[in-house]
């Protein structure tokens, strides 16, 4: 990605503009999310533990903050390779906590290295993170929850709940009546089977 691109969908005057899906488009960082990958379903293990490492940096900060270091998340974290990740010892863990191209806080950088390992467990024991969660689906959000406190480090309600509609497990990530809604339908996400 060579860095962010105006954002294609216009707001409509049905969506709220004090919603994301009304405030997103045009912007320069929200609204390529907005419109390519936020709800979309994702398969890919390293799109799928970006999103977590994301949803998890994310907490206590803006979104904004997090979309605008995402480079230098990729670059930090060897483009979210799992194995890459999982292997990370001491001395990148100093490399990461001295990177001001991510989020600088030990407790996140622990978690992500700790989960890159749980996720490349998930191959053995499901066949991958994305076959994980089709096992678990369908859930409703609170059981989500627990099962990812149980499973991954530094995981609650909001980090869970977003990485999963983020990544097309469960509704919400658009209104009903933002044009980004019906193309997300179209792909037939795992919230709407």
């Given at each position: ?18 919603s ?11 609204g ?41 998340f990729?670059a ?18 100093a490399?990461l906590l ?15 290295i ?19 969660l ?8 609170d059981?989500w ?29 658009h209104l009903?009546?933002?044009?980004v809604?019906?193309e997300?339908?179209?792909?037939e ?5």
């Open positions: 990605m060579v860095g962010p691109v105006p954002s294609a969908t216009v707001p409509t005057p049905d969506v709220p503009p004090d994301y899906c009304g405030a997103a488009p045009g912007h320069p960082f929200h390529p999310y907005h419109d390519t990958e936020y709800g979309f379903p994702a398969t890919d293990e390293p799109v799928l533990f970006e999103r977590l490492v994301l949803e998890i940096n994310q907490a206590g900060l803006s979104w904004l903050t997090i979309l605008k270091k995402r480079e230098g990729r930090a974290y060897r483009g979210f390779d799992v194995d890459a990740v999982a292997a990370f010892g001491e001395a990148d863990r490399r001295a990177d001001a191209g991510i989020i600088r806080n030990r407790l996140k950088v622990d978690a992500a700790a989960n890159a390992a749980v996720v490349a467990g998930m191959r053995d024991s499901h066949g991958g993170f994305d076959a994980w089709a096992t678990h689906h369908p859930l409703p959000k059981e929850v627990k099962l990812f406190k149980r499973t991954f480090r530094f995981t609650g309600g909001e980090i869970t709940g977003e990485f999963l509609m983020s990544t097309g497990w469960l509704p919400g990530a009903p009546s933002c044009p809604h019906h997300i339908l179209a792909l996400p795992p919230w709407a089977r």
